[in-house]
């Protein structure tokens, strides 16, 4: 996928990038002083490449990287999006996307930690790798054909989940998904230089290095677009809302696991656990 990054570094700084490396943001536009001011022009194809810039590039491997965005805007996540997912967890197939929210205290930078909560409030928590879809400009009521034109890019994403809190009652889903730290976002979100087919691409999930789960986004129940339409039909969607599209499956965590939500073409998020 030919594509440009936008990200910010660990002290703050909005960068803007290509697989050569990285520029300041202000050094390709000037009157832009975050990646949320940048999100409409990313979903416009005004964003630029760094060849525009006035400096040098910097080499990926010598930044450190924060949170894409200072603030993200309304988290949404969608649950068993994958009918095999939804088989494993002995649940019917949704009719709708089977979504819900998360608050903002729920993210942690790339890399986490994943603070699992006191075993005397869980003791089994899951993590999921996920597609993240980016919103980049204002819109409400959008048709699924027209959703490429609201959207800023694409990250990858791991959710977590106090299963057990879950399964004691499905009305503690909330609760369940929004302990701190339980969504890690990449440390980039990939703006598609083109149209891009998200179909044939894979989402898996990884404990110690090892695939617990992987699925192509083909097989969503929903896909992406099809998610935003939906539910910018039940609210107004603004740049930095994020959602995070489903899971292949959830594993198991504990502390001194590392977890990757490895999103083919687009990006891997990471992080250890501790408690």
């Not at 709708?96 to 994943?114: D, H, R, V, Y």
């Not at 929004?178 to 999930?205: C, H, K, N, Q, W």
């Not at 929903?222 to 107004?236: L, Q, R």
Request: with cysteine.
């Amino acid at each position: 996928m030919n594509a440009t990054y936008l990200a910010r570094t660990a002290t703050g700084e909005p960068i803007l990038g290509d697989e050569a490396g990285f520029v300041p943001l202000s050094s390709v536009h000037p009157g832009l002083g975050s990646v949320r001011a940048a999100l409409p022009k990313a979903a416009s194809g005004g964003l630029g490449s760094p060849d525009d810039a006035v400096a040098d590039r910097v080499p990926r491997t010598d930044l450190s990287f924060g949170p894409p965005l200072a603030e993200f805007g309304k988290l949404w996540g969608i649950g068993l999006n994958y009918a095999e997912h939804a088989g494993d967890l002995d649940e019917q197939r949704p009719d709708e996307p089977a979504s819900f929210m998360k608050p903002n205290t729920a993210l942690a930078g790339p890399g986490g930690p994943i603070r699992l909560p006191p075993t005397d409030r869980s003791q089994r928590v899951t993590a999921e790798a996920e597609l993240g879809v980016l919103v980049g400009r204002t819109c409400r009521d959008i048709e699924t054909a027209d959703v490429e034109d609201v959207v800023a890019g694409y990250l990858p994403v791991i959710d977590m989940t106090a299963e057990d809190v879950l399964q004691r009652n499905p009305r503690f889903l909330t609760r369940a998904k929004s302990f701190d730290t339980f969504l890690i976002p990449g440390p980039a979100i990939v703006v598609p230089e083109e149209s891009v087919e998200l179909s044939s691409l894979s989402v898996r999930t990884e404990v110690n290095g090892e695939t617990e789960a992987e699925n192509r986004i083909e097989n969503m129940l929903f896909p992406p677009a099809e998610i935003v339409a939906f539910h910018s039909g039940v609210m107004t969607l603004q740049p930095g809302d994020l959602f995070s599209t489903g899971t292949p499956g959830a594993a198991p965590i504990e502390p001194g696991d590392e977890v990757r939500a490895v999103v083919e073409s687009v990006g891997t998020a990471s992080a250890s656990v501790r408690r």
